[in-house]
């Protein structure tokens, strides 16, 4: 029996700690980066394995990133910390977590050699850690934008650009503070305390991704191809941000969320998109290319019943499919043409149909005549074509179309 009571303690001690592990699973999760930017050759390298960077890639702890000559590379978490790596560097994310139960982050990283530049969003809560590491410092983070570069020999140069950040001397253990606009030089001889030169701080004026508010872009993603001509827009950005895209103002909601769309033409397009803070702006290009779907135009006219000021209005109709016989999606643009009379040159489907008005030369057209005066109808046909995607079709307006009905 003694026995059998020793079984069920163990048991239930085993069983405690299996729950006490997954709800630690549960409420510590791995945060994971996301690659916004590069140029030149950038590898990430977990193990013996090495894989080249690619936009919208994730980076998870354990992985370093190498730049080559010339590279650049920009990664974000989904707290708004941003990194930005530059040439023949080596970067390593040691730990990224998030405590869920907490609100708390825990975030260490190292940088073997060459240059970032770092911005954590906000204040850390309490309990919450955001370290850099390097062969002769270790930067302690207390929300701010700050810069580090490691020569060859170790020797470390920490400049302030916003906040505070204390670092630590690997050797020596003593520690500093380094406020806004500081800048710190750590060998292993020491420390060397001073201000920011002009050329550095106007060095900051080149990282705008990390001076300028925040602004992560979820859609398009870069590459997108897409045979909708109004491509959406989303992301989000911080508080009293204003975001435009293309040069169109968007709404920013409470959170920070943001939707607009982008009018596209055939072939590549450039969907830039700025977030805009007091003086500092962010900006973000999204290369999208627009493919027209449009595969078949057929087009047909009808007198137009309700027009009053001239009777010889009518309208043109035209559907479009595509490829599989299926009405194109919204917004494909059509280009509609007259060789003579009005009509409206520039149109966008609405559910695979496009109305595009036409009437007689001039604004106002006289009644026929025994009707107020005026011409019975044309002297001539009018083709009236409809183009998309290189696809045409044509309707021709007879000479007496314009004639009133018996």
Same mark, same amino acid.
């Given at each position: ?12 001690? @085993?069983? @405690? ?14 945060? @994971? ?30 992985? /370093? ?62 309990? #919450? ?5 390097? $062969? ?21 140069? @920490? ?103 982008? /009018? ?21 290009? /999204? ?13 047909? #006219? ?30 494909? $643009? ?45 002297? #001539? ?6 183009? #998309? ?18």
């Amino acid at each position: 029996m003694y026995r059998s009571a020793v079984i069920l303690i163990v048991a239930f001690v @085993l069983l @405690l700690l299996m729950l006490i592990v997954v709800a630690q699973t549960v409420v510590v999760v791995e945060m @994971l980066a996301v690659v916004d930017e590069r140029a030149g050759t950038v590898q990430v390298v977990r193990g013996g394995d090495s894989r080249p960077a690619e936009i919208g890639m994730l980076v998870r702890a354990g992985e /370093r990133i190498r730049t080559g000559a010339g590279a650049r590379v920009g990664l974000h978490w989904a707290d708004g910390s941003r990194v930005e790596l530059g040439p023949d560097s080596e970067f390593v994310i040691q730990r990224c977590r998030l405590n869920k139960a907490k609100h708390t982050r825990r975030s260490s990283f190292r940088l073997n050699l060459g240059e970032i530049w770092i911005r954590v969003r906000g204040a850390l809560e309490p309990g #919450s850690k955001f370290e850099v590491e390097t $062969p002769t410092i270790v930067a302690a983070v207390r929300g701010t934008m700050f810069n580090v570069k490691v020569a060859p020999d170790g020797t470390t140069q @920490l400049q302030v650009y916003r906040g505070e950040v204390e670092i630590s001397g690997s050797d020596s253990g003593a520690t500093r503070d380094v406020q806004s606009g500081g800048c710190a030089v750590v060998s292993r001889r020491g420390f060397d305390l001073r201000g920011m030169s002009e050329a550095e701080k106007q060095s900051w004026q080149e990282v705008g991704d990390i001076t300028g508010p925040l602004l992560e872009v979820m859609e398009p993603a870069a590459g997108t191809s897409t045979s909708m001509a109004l491509a959406p827009v989303r992301g989000r950005t911080e508080d009293g941000v204003a975001v435009a895209v293309n040069g169109e103002r968007v709404r920013v909601g409470r959170k920070g969320t943001f939707r607009g769309r982008a /009018r596209l033409v055939e072939g590549q397009n450039v969907v830039t998109i700025v977030a805009t803070l007091a003086n500092l702006t962010t900006s973000v290009q /999204r290369e999208v290319t627009y493919v027209n779907p449009t595969r078949e135009i057929v087009a047909t #006219s009808r007198p137009n019943v309700n027009h009053r000021d001239a009777p010889g209005v009518r309208d043109v109709i035209a559907v479009l499919r595509d490829g599989a016989g299926e009405l194109v999606p919204d917004g494909t $643009p059509v280009e509609v043409t007259a060789d003579a009379g009005d009509v409206p040159r520039y149109h966008r489907t609405h559910r695979g149909v496009v109305t595009a008005q036409w009437r007689p030369q001039g604004a106002h057209v006289p009644r026929p005549e025994g009707r107020d005066g005026g011409p019975k109808g044309l002297a #001539s046909e009018v083709r009236v074509t409809a183009r #998309s995607g290189g696809v045409t079709a044509t309707v021709v307006i007879a000479p007496n179309a314009t004639a009133p009905a018996p």
